[in-house]
């Protein structure tokens, strides 16, 4: 292991933790793009982007060859993504971010010391490495869920004031990129033949809504009568807002997973017990959201931690930076595949296919820019820079620090005091985590020489 190799990955985890911003420019907001097809343009930018790769590879003399390898990875990277807007919906960000980023932290770990002998290396410490994933996880759900702990921690009065300076927040950035198309912006998971525009306006009418929430609801159910047994509101994120998921905390970090909270609190009486019947007989639905939720996350964990993998079996010709074009091709083949299903899945139901325009175009083929350079950075750090699978992309998950530094600092999506307070407190456990796994892990710094 070297100090670049180390270097490399901290920067992989800079441009992995940036490329999601570009989702919440408020030009992107008011296209209105779904996050399927601007997840598809993403992949276009990582395709061109490869191009460099070529270029690269010209200047060195050396020939351009395509590899299945590297386009296996491309296809993982597409379904990590397409998982993610699945998993949110279901559960919320902060909650679905929580469980994607520690599955990927341990799978990886588990590629680079179970795996074949092409990604395994010796344990320099087991004891600590073990000390060191449950650092990397607990940071993760630290920052993912600052604001549902921040609330926990307060009095009853306290919790509520948090749980509406959220929701208050993501009210004001995102629900207007839904009110330029003149309907409320629901995930693809929410959309079902039977919900049109004018009966999700009619429906927060009856409730008594101006506009509607624009944070996923943990409790909501799929179809429009058991929401209603419920008692649980209708709750849509703006397209733009959404893609946030794949590597981005967005405003709904902060309120997404406080939404089960807030509902225990409206049907509770003074004794802590339901209220009425709502919520009992929506539990059942709730569960299985819940459940459905819980494993798609677990999936982008299982894809996004593998990533990388099928490139440690690719020869020698087609391996490092040479693999980037083969990357590129299987992402843009992938995604096509994706946004065409999904196209023709939302024709045939009847509803539109939201493309956005120019400004979303640039901005999904720069996030893919600054991914694909994320991703450059990792395959530096896991072949020249020395870094086994094992150390290396659990590191590459300190994006979700760097994306909630931007959400402070940038887009103020967190502004309470305690809630930031419990953010950084788990970004220097998130950091502590992994530089312990650099010296105890698989391949790690803190091995004796022979």
């Known amino acids: 292991m070297s100090a670049a190799g ?25 296209s209105g793009i779904d996050p399927v097809f ?27 060859e395509l590899s299945a390898y590297g386009a296996l990875a491309g296809s993982l990277f597409v379904f990590a993504g397409l998982f993610s807007f699945v998993a949110v919906p279901l559960v919320g960000l902060g909650v679905a971010q929580g469980v994607w980023g520690g599955s990927a932290i341990f799978v990886s770990f588990a590629w680079g010391t179970l795996g074949p002998a092409a990604l395994r290396a010796p344990l320099v410490s087991l004891p600590l490495s073990v000390v060191a994933l449950l650092l990397l996880s607990a940071g993760v759900v630290g920052i993912a869920l600052n604001g549902a702990i921040a609330a926990s921690l307060s009095s009853p009065q306290r919790a509520e004031s948090l749980l509406d300076d959220a929701q208050g927040e993501e009210h004001d950035g995102d629900v207007h990129s839904s009110h330029a198309h003149g309907r409320p912006d629901h995930a693809p998971s929410e959309r079902t033949s039977g919900m049109r525009a004018q009966q999700g306006q009619a429906e927060q009418q009856r409730h008594g809504w101006d506009e509607p929430p624009s944070q996923p609801c943990a409790n909501s ?15 849509g994120a703006s397209a733009t807002s959404r893609l946030a998921t794949a590597g981005g905390t967005s405003r709904l970090a902060t309120a997404g997973g406080t939404v089960a909270l807030r509902s225990a609190l409206a049907h509770a009486d003074d004794a802590g017990r339901p209220s009425d019947g709502t919520a009992e007989a929506g539990a059942h639905a709730a569960w299985h959201r819940r459940a459905a939720g819980t494993a798609s996350a677990l999936l982008v964990g299982l894809f996004g931690g593998s ?50 325009g120019r ?53 103020g999506e967190i502004r309470e005091p305690l809630a930031i307070g419990i953010f950084f407190t788990a970004a220097v456990v998130l950091v502590a985590g992994g530089a312990l796994l650099g010296f105890a892990g698989p391949g790690g710094v803190g091995k004796k020489s022979p």
């Open 221 to 235: 159910l799929d179809d429009a009568p058991a929401r209603e047994t419920a008692a649980a509101p209708r709750c």
């Open 359 to 411: 400004a979303a175009l640039a901005a999904g083929l720069a996030s893919g820019v600054v991914w694909n350079a994320g991703n450059a950075c990792a395959i530096y750090a896991m072949g020249d820079g020395g870094l086994n699978y094992g150390v290396a992309y659990p590191l590459v998950q300190c994006a979700l620090l760097v994306s909630g530094l931007l959400g402070i600092c940038a887009f």
């Open 38 to 64: 601007f997840n598809g343009l993403c992949c276009a930018g990582v395709a061109l982007s490869s191009c460099a790769a070529v270029a690269w590879l010209r200047v060195e003399g050396a020939a351009v």
């Open 6 to 30: 180390f270097a490399a990955a901290v920067a992989a985890a800079v441009f992995n933790g940036s490329f999601a911003a570009f989702a919440k420019l408020p030009a992107v907001r008011r």
């Open 307 to 356: 990533v990388l993998v099928p490139s440690k079996f690719a020869p020698p010709e087609v391996s490092g930076f040479a693999l980037l074009p083969s990357f590129g091709l299987g992402a843009l083949c992938a995604s096509t595949l994706v946004c065409v299903a999904y196209a023709v899945a939302c024709r045939c139901r009847g509803e539109p296919v939201l493309l956005g």
